[in-house]
């Protein structure tokens, strides 16, 4: 949590002036890292790689040990699932080499010792080609499989991670939807030093084209825009569970968020449900188990 102002607010003048010299200097678009920025937005990975391995166990009654982190970009994820156990292994797979170098440089490095590290692969690869060594479980996160436009692809995607798994090893995949979802928009969260922007920039109802982009701003006005451009197709729960059986998944299911009721937001409580609510917005995870 970063300290408050109130805390900072009553030095004398000889430690203010102290304080002031150590002060680090505020973000600005030059001086700003975008996958630190993104990391510090959109994920949450020493929690979320306990919460994964956590519904694995409930699941399927087993520690989850071999994780696979298809799209890992920077692969931090996989970098905390290999911390939480010393038996934890964890492969990451994503096509381009300079995010890879980025996670190795900033996250491997920085989060693992030697012996560490030896439990994690990391593989510069299109995911369609991807399928071992064999795992207990693959998660593609953050809507990332949405650059396949079509049925084929997807549908070949999915069969990639079938044979990618261990028997009985499981694949989540989360998804996202609702009226506000394709609605052009632009939410913004403030950040300690700077504003992270998700903009929905169209949504096409007939091919389902859904193009989002990720700006960030800083406190001297200076913006890096477009930091991250996404142009997905939008899939939607039936069609994923269809492509999940297809591929040869057995009880396929939705886990579907819970609703924070004062804020009418989500609460990050995942349950297994059939019939899905009306909600504005929603994000959901489909989950399959190799037989
Ligand atoms: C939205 S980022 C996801 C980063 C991280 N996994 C997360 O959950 O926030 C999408 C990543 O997918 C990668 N990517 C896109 N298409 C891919 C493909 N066909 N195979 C492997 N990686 C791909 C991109 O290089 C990028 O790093």
Redesign the pocket.
């Known amino acids: 949590m970063a300290p408050s102002t109130a805390t900072q607010a009553s030095p004398t003048k000889k430690k203010a002036k102290a304080s002031k010299s150590t002060k680090k200097p505020a973000l600005t678009a030059k001086t700003a890292d975008k996958h630190v920025l993104?990391?510090l937005s959109?994920?949450a990975p020493e929690q979320d790689s306990k919460t994964y391995a956590r519904w694995f166990k409930t699941y399927t009654g087993r520690a989850l040990r071999s994780f696979r982190?298809?799209?890992?970009?920077?692969?931090?994820?996989s970098c905390h699932h290999i911390r939480n156990h010393r038996e934890n292994t964890a492969v990451?797979?994503?096509?381009?080499r300079p995010?890879?170098d980025w996670g190795i440089k900033n996250n491997v490095n920085a989060l693992l010792n030697e012996e560490q590290k030896k439990r994690l692969q990391l593989i510069e690869?299109?995911?369609?080609?991807?399928t071992s060594p064999l795992v207990d479980c693959v998660m593609?996160?953050?809507?990332?499989?949405q650059?396949?436009k079509t049925r084929k692809e997807l549908g070949k995607?999915i069969k990639t991670v079938y044979k990618s798994l261990k028997p009985g090893g499981v694949f989540y995949m989360d998804a996202l939807g609702g009226p506000d979802v394709i609605q052009a928009n632009t939410d913004r969260t403030r950040h300690k030093g700077f504003i992270y922007e998700w903009e929905q920039r169209s949504f096409d109802p007939i091919n389902h084209r859904f193009v989002c982009a990720i700006h960030f701003e800083f406190k001297d006005g200076s913006r890096m825009q477009d930091a991250?451009i996404?142009d997905w197709r939008m899939w939607t729960l039936p069609e994923l569970r269809e492509l999940f059986v297809e591929a040869g998944f057995d009880d396929v299911h939705v886990l579907w968020e819970g609703t924070e009721k004062k804020t009418l937001t989500g609460n990050g409580i995942f349950r297994r449900k059939e019939v899905g609510d009306m909600d504005e917005a929603w994000i959901s995870l489909v989950v399959g188990r190799k037989k």
């Open positions: 993104y990391q959109v994920q982190e298809d799209f890992c970009g920077t692969a931090v994820l990451g797979v994503d096509l381009d995010t890879l690869s299109d995911v369609l080609k991807v593609a996160l953050n809507f990332s499989y650059v396949f995607y991250f996404y």
